[in-house]
């Protein structure tokens, strides 16, 4: 997830914003941050949906419809997992990328990622992620 924002403009190379050291992790990782869990939900603004909406020529109306579970966040699958996370691929899983919400963008806020330092998220998370990979019966 280190591509720059959909909708900027082409920044100047001064402007160019450094990349964070920890963003490097993504291209690597099976997506465990596209799983919701108690207390870390995605939040999807009225601007992603916007995006979203011209990403695949509809209206924001029917984003909604489609892909929204109430206001402001994506259904997910029965595993927990994002609708727009594809099973059965070890990375670059996100069918979105190019359109994904800003808080997608942003994660893990140029910190280290939660889930790669965690052991109690890796021990939630891990079961589901290999199971959508195909690794193991859940
Ligand atoms: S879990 Fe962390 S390392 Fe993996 S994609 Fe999400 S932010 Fe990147
Ligand atoms: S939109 Fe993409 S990056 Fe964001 S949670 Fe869903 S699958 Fe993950």
Redesign the pocket.
Known sequence: ?NDRPFSAATPTPTATPSPSPF?V??DF?P????YRLPGSTLFVTATDINRLARHFAIADGEVRRRYLEGRNTFKVKEDGSCIFLADGRLNRRCFIHEARPDQCRA??YDRQ?P??IRADLLEQISPKVEKSLGLTAL
């Open positions: 997830m963003r992790y993504c990782c997506g465990y941050c596209c994660f893990p990622c889930y790669l």
